[in-house]
């Protein structure tokens, strides 16, 4: 039977010695490359081109977003007008029979004024939907960006079981990196906290490689765009 090997103090003290030389000399390593690196970059990502055959061209944006959104279980309502924007809203809500809804931005609480009740902040934990604006729209991936700028702050798009969006075609761009500048376009040096891009409903295949949705946040997404 095999006893276990007992190292002396000094056998110990030396071992100790010889990891962190070994560790100090990968980290100048480390340090030398990117000194190195520095001096050839400015640190910025080089642009480069799309090839067609990996991104193919978004266009037109509205139809290429509405298929990629619609593919990753998002539903989504095009509206010619506020009115009829308003309608759909109501037609949602009635239809779903939602009575906990719950709406922080003062411009959608003006235009949905008739149309719902929102719920009192200190019912939070009930809320069944949250409605909230965003950022942009990324066609080429269905991805809407949201940020923690706007009135409705971060729980909104993450909390409700339903998360509805209300948004402009306006806000339609082609590529993630397009929503990216134009965002740090939009804010410029006073840059919000949180930005997110979500695809679709929150889901996971974690477990026995079976689709759930709303494990991580709204198990439905619902985008209101008005042309």
């Not at 690196?37 to 061209?57: C, E, L, M």
């Not at 998360?163 to 500048?181: C, P």
């Not at 949180?194 to 477990?207: E, F, K, L």
Request: hydrophobic share 35%.
């Amino acid at each position: 039977m095999s006893r276990p090997i007992r190292l002396t103090n000094l056998q110990q003290i030396k071992m100790s010695n010889k990891l962190n030389e070994i560790s100090q000399r990968s980290k100048n390593r480390i340090l030398s490359r990117l000194k190195a690196a520095s001096k050839d970059t400015d640190g910025s990502i080089q642009s480069h081109d799309r090839s067609v055959r990996v991104f193919p061209d978004p266009q037109p944006l509205l139809e290429t977003f509405v298929s990629e959104f619609e593919k990753v279980n998002g539903e989504v309502h095009i509206c010619k007008n506020d009115t009829e924007l308003t309608e759909q809203l109501e037609e949602l809500i009635r239809k779903n029979g939602w009575k906990n809804i719950l709406c922080r931005d003062t411009q959608l609480q003006h235009q949905f004024s008739n149309s719902f009740e929102s719920i009192d902040e200190s019912d939070f934990g009930n809320v069944e939907v949250g409605i909230t604006r965003c950022e942009f729209l990324i066609a080429r991936s269905g991805s809407i960006m949201v940020s923690s700028a706007h009135e409705s702050g971060r729980l909104l798009n993450v909390f409700p079981p339903v998360h509805i969006v209300v948004a402009q075609a306006s806000q339609l761009v082609a590529y993630l990196e397009d929503a990216i500048e134009n965002f740090k376009h939009l804010y410029g040096t006073s840059l919000p906290s949180q930005a997110t891009v979500i695809t679709g409903p929150s889901r996971t295949a974690d477990i026995e490689k079976t689709l759930v949705m709303g494990a991580h946040g709204p198990k439905e997404l619902i985008l209101l765009l008005r042309k």
